[in-house]
């Protein structure tokens, strides 16, 4: 027996409810193919239901009756619709949920890893610190969850000096490091590939793999040369001190080495570190429909017509640095935009000051080896029309229009918004 009220009602009233929209979804996609008697009895099931739902007071063995009935009149015409099914039901709200993202990426907001630091220290890609060794699995997990780190330990292989490898500049005055070699893997978005550098320790090779757009000088600098990774300098600056009061060696092919003076045993830890994955960023892929991009915006581009990048399909950031007509120029350090010094953003503020200690050092006019496409600053260049001129916050660090030309304004995705993970003192509305 029922009671007006009860959870009993309830219930009979929800599964009502649900057997009604299950009807209606049935109508949907198979009541075209309803011959004149089914549409009849449907029809018929689903007016019975409605009715003893509106009766007043509501009874209760009526409902069941006409529900029972409903779903026996569902379970023989509803084909694969109802009864339903788990799986079905799971992989359309899969396939619901995968457009929505998409329509999603596509006309409002994008993630967007950043994979170097030519945007450092405003943005972060990939970058390292030093292990203590003394760090225990807690600590290690939640440097996983918290920064996006990853832990790399490599053991020395035999006794002896640790070496780096070198070769001489181009001009033959001065030394650099060795670049790493490819893993011959090709990279994806998931699993990016490895470059694989080289340490020796005396006359023994250890190869040293690390995530490709990963630079291992800086956890050389750290490791080997501390007093030197501390000055408040560019990097190149740091190593460029290094090579000046550097001990070199022949390796066994008779080619340059730099001495560390570190001594290690067999077992002992070569080098030890972490690598904190590149910010996630929030791009705003609508505002640029409706405004102009604007001086100073972080700004997102594709690279696949931009010839000095060889016209491979990339997502890069960088600042926005001179519009159609601007006329830029670097003098001793400073930006200069139509003959002022540049203050769109804080990025270009401390540039300009220079700020070391917060690792904003200042601006270079050129970005390394002229190419057909540089746009140099070392006198006025005016930024032609229908292009952007793109710069690097890290400029000593960052390969941008002063070395493979414009951005064209048809390849703008959107403006950096938010920085979404890791959890690190940048999180937040993006600068």
Same mark, same amino acid.
């Given at each position: ?22 009807? =209606? ?43 029972? +009935? ?44 950043? /994979? ?16 203590? *060794? ?39 005055? *001065? ?9 011959? +893997? ?81 077992? =002992? ?92 050092? *200042? ?6 080896? /002229? ?13 032609? =029309? ?46």
């Amino acid at each position: 027996m029922f009671f007006p009220g009860t959870k009993s009602d309830k219930a009979l009233r929800k599964n009502a409810g649900n057997l009604l929209i299950s009807a =209606e979804k049935v109508l949907r996609y198979r009541g075209d193919i309803f011959d004149e008697t089914e549409r009849e009895r449907f029809d018929a099931a689903v007016a019975g239901v409605k009715s003893a739902l509106a009766g007043t007071p509501l009874v209760p063995d009526e409902l069941k009756d006409k529900t029972d +009935a409903l779903k026996s009149v569902l379970c023989e015409l509803g084909g694969t619709i109802f009864p339903q099914k788990k799986l079905p039901e799971w992989v359309e709200l899969i396939i619901v949920a995968a457009i929505l993202a998409g329509g999603i990426r596509a006309f409002f907001i994008q993630p967007f890893k950043i /994979p170097t630091n030519s945007m450092f220290p405003t943005y972060n890609g990939m970058t390292s610190e030093v292990c203590t *060794g003394t760090e225990n699995t807690l600590e290690k997990w939640a440097e996983r969850i918290f920064r996006s780190a990853s832990f790399y330990e490599f053991k020395s292989p035999a006794n002896g000096e640790v070496l780096i490898p070198l070769r001489r500049e181009a001009n033959g005055r *001065g030394f650099s490091l060795v670049p790493p070699e490819k893993d011959g +893997a090709a990279g994806t978005v998931v699993s990016p590939g490895k470059d694989i550098y080289s340490l020796y320790v005396g006359g023994t090779l250890v190869p040293v793999a690390v995530p490709r757009e990963f630079s291992l000088s800086a956890v050389l600098l750290k490791t080997f040369f501390p007093e030197s990774a501390d000055e408040s300098v560019p990097e190149a600056f740091r190593w460029r001190s290094v090579f000046k009061n550097a001990q070199l060696t022949m390796l066994p092919d008779g080619s340059p080495a730099l001495r560390t003076g570190k001594i290690v045993r067999s077992g =002992e830890n070569l080098l030890n570190f972490k690598i904190l994955g590149g910010d996630m960023v929030l791009v705003n892929r609508m505002s640029y429909h409706f405004f102009e991009p604007e001086r100073g915006d972080p700004f997102v581009f594709r690279t696949r017509n931009i010839p000095g990048l060889s016209n491979v399909e990339l997502y890069y950031i960088k600042r926005l640095a001179g519009l159609p007509g601007d006329v830029l120029r670097v003098d001793e350090g400073k930006l200069l935009v139509n003959g002022v010094p540049a203050d769109f953003s804080e990025a270009f503020v401390l540039n300009n000051a220079p700020t070391p200690q917060e690792k904003y050092y *200042g601006y270079l006019p050129t970005s390394g080896a /002229p190419s057909p496409y540089s746009w140099h600053l070392t006198q006025n260049f005016r930024v032609p =029309e229908g292009f952007f001129y793109a710069l690097g916050d890290n400029s000593a660090n960052s390969y941008d229009s002063r070395g493979w030309g414009g951005v064209p304004a048809d390849d703008v995705v959107g403006s950096a918004l938010f920085i979404l993970y890791p959890f690190s003192s940048r999180w937040g509305l993006a600068k």
